[in-house]
């Protein structure tokens, strides 16, 4: 740890301190106070946060914010920040940012009167259409995102969410951003993780096998079944007799032969009834 000297110490904030002509820095992963490498001591200022300045640099962390201006350099919401030159994300530039119609909407996204911006990273988008469908996806009226990665393929009018894993447009049904074989106006969504197509059953992206969508019926725990087969998760469970089948807890479900439970994500046969 360096030696700090009495003359002129100040503990900074929760981050930094300084003497007469050093500023150290806690560093959280080594648990440890290291010398921020040419930091000012006297003109040595917290901002916000990670965030301080000297008469020469900003700094975020232990990271000197290259080409900030410690004069004009304000922070903004979700990680952005400003000086009178350019626009930053955490400790990176980002050029080009139109300052007088930026709007930070969140931790993951902000946007320009041209630019969606997803993590800092730019991407052309038309300001007047976009919308964030959830988490993982948002749109304009000619382009769809996954987690800030420009999809193709996808009709960005008619592209929405059906749970937290399908998504369709008018086109297909999606999970994620894998398009499966279904159609929209013949697939219905009876669980989250589940699609029922007029021929066809998936668990996510993969369809279970044999599965009788006339019949197919999902219970708890990622267990399902039809009129004659039972399922856990997207895997047949061989053997299982399908009309006595019922999940009982968390642990168990039984038919009328056996009694299963679940280990290592498995389903194994606790006992013969």
């Known amino acids: 740890m360096p030696q700090l000297t009495p003359t002129g110490f100040a503990v900074v904030n929760t981050r930094f301190a300084r003497d007469r002509d050093t500023v150290v820095h806690h560093d959280a992963r080594m648990m ?17 946060g990670p965030y301080a ?3 020469e640099h900003v700094y975020r962390g232990e990271e000197a914010i290259a080409g900030a201006d410690p ?14 030159r350019r626009s930053y994300y955490g400790a990176e530039a980002v050029e080009g940012v139109d300052r007088a ?30 919308t964030i469908i959830d988490t993982f996806f948002c749109k304009d009226r000619e382009r769809v995102w ?13 592209f929405a969410a059906r749970t937290i894993f399908y998504y369709v447009d008018k086109h297909r049904v999606y999970e994620r951003c894998t398009p499966l074989p279904l159609t929209p106006e013949e697939t219905s969504f009876p669980a989250p993780a589940y699609a029922l197509g007029a021929r066809a059953v998936y668990f996510l992206d993969t369809p279970l096998p ?32 399908a009309p006595s089948f019922a999940v009982t807890n968390y642990l168990e479900s039984c038919d009328k032969h056996r009694v ?10 606790l006992r013969e009834r």
């Open 32 to 48: 440890i106070m290291v010398p921020l490498a040419g930091a000012h001591a006297p003109s040595f200022e917290p901002i916000a």
């Open 146 to 158: 996954f987690e800030g990665a420009l999809q193709s393929g996808i009709d960005a009018p008619s």
């Open 260 to 269: 299963y439970t679940i280990r290592a994500g498995e389903v194994v046969v």
């Open 71 to 84: 004069a004009s350099f304000t922070l903004a919401r979700h990680g952005w920040a400003h000086d009178a």
């Open 210 to 241: 044999e599965a009788d969508p006339a019949s197919f019926a999902v219970l708890a725990n990622n267990f399902s079944k039809d009129a004659h087969r039972v399922y856990y998760r997207d895997r047949l469970i061989p053997g299982a007799d």
């Open 101 to 130: 119609s930026f709007v930070s909407i969140d931790d993951m996204y902000a946007i320009d009167e041209h630019r969606l911006y997803w993590y800092g990273r730019p991407q052309p988008c038309d300001r007047a259409s976009f």
């Open 53 to 55: 300045r000297d008469r």
